[in-house]
């Protein structure tokens, strides 16, 4: 069984374990199904508080979607929580995305 298969059957077993969608989702990204990558991150996102690392993630998937509306609003709230906990450099890394927008 490779990675995305195992990670598909951990969120499958318990889909509430927010690490396990997580992995999931950067599985996904990391093989290009961009959608099914979004609506991990969008899952994981609304099981756990992100420190900023996951809606950078969502909003490279929407971009590589051409969904930038949608990718300015998660770039935003990644800048948003970076900050929030102490993350400038990669507050400033996210804000570059949007910028790039």
């Known amino acids: 069984m ?3 298969e195992a990670f ?3 969120v ?14 950067v599985e996904l990204q990391r093989a290009e199904r961009h959608e099914d990558a979004a609506a991990q991150y969008r899952a994981y996102l609304d ?3 992100d420190e900023g690392n996951a809606w950078q993630r969502l909003g490279e998937c929407l971009t590589a ?3 930038t509306d949608e990718a300015a609003d998660a ?6 929580q970076a ?3 102490g993350h400038h450099g990669m507050a400033d890394d996210i804000q570059a995305l949007m910028d790039a927008l």
């Open 2 to 4: 490779d990675r995305l």
């Open 8 to 10: 598909a059957r951990m």
């Open 12 to 25: 499958d077993d318990d889909p509430g374990v927010a690490r396990a969608r997580f992995a999931y989702a």
């Open 47 to 49: 099981l756990q508080e």
């Open 65 to 67: 979607l051409g969904r």
């Open 75 to 80: 770039y935003l709230q990644g800048v948003e």
């Open 83 to 85: 900050v929030r906990h």
